[in-house]
């Protein structure tokens, strides 16, 4: 499923004096079978903007904040808002919004703190039940939440009947990962998956992920601060700013704007980072900012500019 996004505004609080303007004219396109990454600085909009994706932030109720403003006189009329994802019409409230929640996961920031159930198998079945046209045996439950938590690297029958309380931090974010595969969406959307985990957990997160697209979910939409995540992982990514987005670019061009990033006020990957430190002394890396990429890049260099003057001729 293709994600469209064209003239999207998004108004917090609207005619208060709490308005908060969170996305402004964002038009976007996201293609099916993308990694596709969301960056931007604290406050830019990204969240909200995800949240548009599976109808959370609901344009149907909202309608008017959608529907252009009618132009003052001689003004030309503002383009319409389009929201879709594959054949689903965000912008019509016919939209069957059960089936879209199906289809597009939506895992929140700590989606831990989201667990509730009294044990795993009850919390990873709740979203199949919620979202299900019709209801399901115990055993189409356990079988399905059975492969969702395999999927995510965890054991069925040793962890079903547990508490998901007793779980450790890096295990309660999978099962609540879990909870939302358990459809089996097609697009799925985490809000910063690896916030707050430890390097490793990070790593064993991102492999998940790239795990999840290549055998249940074909798109990938990940919103992250982290440039090294972005650089390593997604096929492209968004830049956010101020409820606007600045430029959509795959990685290896992305990360050649490091100064305008860091106008952005956003980092860059560490291999960027070496990069310019390397162009500095003159010695110019063309790489996709991957580790492995540049490493290669940096070994070529160096056999193609034997070391002058002593050591070998
Ligand atoms: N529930 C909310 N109520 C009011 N304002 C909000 C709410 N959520 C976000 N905002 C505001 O909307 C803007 C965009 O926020 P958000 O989408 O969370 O950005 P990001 O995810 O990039 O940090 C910010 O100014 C933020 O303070
Ligand atoms: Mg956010």
């Known amino acids: 499923m293709r994600i469209v996004a064209e003239h999207l505004s998004y108004t917090y609080n609207a005619k208060s004096p ?12 996201i293609e099916e079978g993308e990694f596709f990454g969301i960056i931007g600085h604290t406050g830019s909009g990204k969240s909200t903007f995800v949240q548009h994706l599976n109808g959370l932030l609901r344009l149907p109720s909202s309608m008017k904040k959608y529907r252009p403003k009618k132009p003052k006189k001689g003004q030309a009329p503002l383009p319409a808002t389009v929201l879709k994802v594959g054949d689903f019409d965000l912008t019509d409230k016919k939209t069957n919004f059960r089936a879209l929640r199906r289809s597009v996961g939506m895992v929140f920031q700590y989606p831990e703190y989201q667990l509730f159930a009294e044990t795993v198998r009850d919390d990873v079945a709740f979203g199949l039940k919620n979202f299900s046209e019709e209801k399901l045996t115990d055993e189409e439950l356990d079988s399905a939440v059975r492969a969702a938590l395999e999927v995510v690297g965890l054991d069925f029958d040793e962890l079903k009947d547990k508490s998901p309380f007793e779980l450790s931090g890096g295990q309660k974010r999978r099962v609540a990962i879990a909870g939302v595969i358990v ?8 809000d910063e998956p690896a916030a707050g985990l430890d390097p490793l ?33 997604c096929t492209r990514a968004a830049v956010f700013a101020d409820g606007r987005v600045e430029c959509v670019l795959p990685p ?31 010695i110019e890396i063309d790489c996709d900012f991957t580790v492995q990429d540049f490493c290669a890049k940096v070994l070529d260099y160096a056999r193609s500019h034997p070391k002058q003057g002593g050591g070998r001729a």
């Open 18 to 29: 709490f308005e908060t303007a969170a996305l402004k004219d964002v038009s976007l396109t």
């Open 183 to 190: 459809t089996r969406p097609e697009v799925l959307v985490l």
């Open 201 to 233: 957990g990070k790593r064993e997160i991102m492999e998940l992920l790239h795990r999840l697209h290549r055998e249940w979910c074909k798109t990938v939409v990940i919103v992250s601060h982290d440039m090294d995540e972005i650089s390593e992982n």
């Open 252 to 282: 290896r061009e992305l990360f050649r704007h490091a100064q305008r990033l860091t106008e952005l006020g956003l980092d860059v990957p560490l291999t960027a980072k070496l990069c310019a430190l390397l162009q500095e002394r003159g």
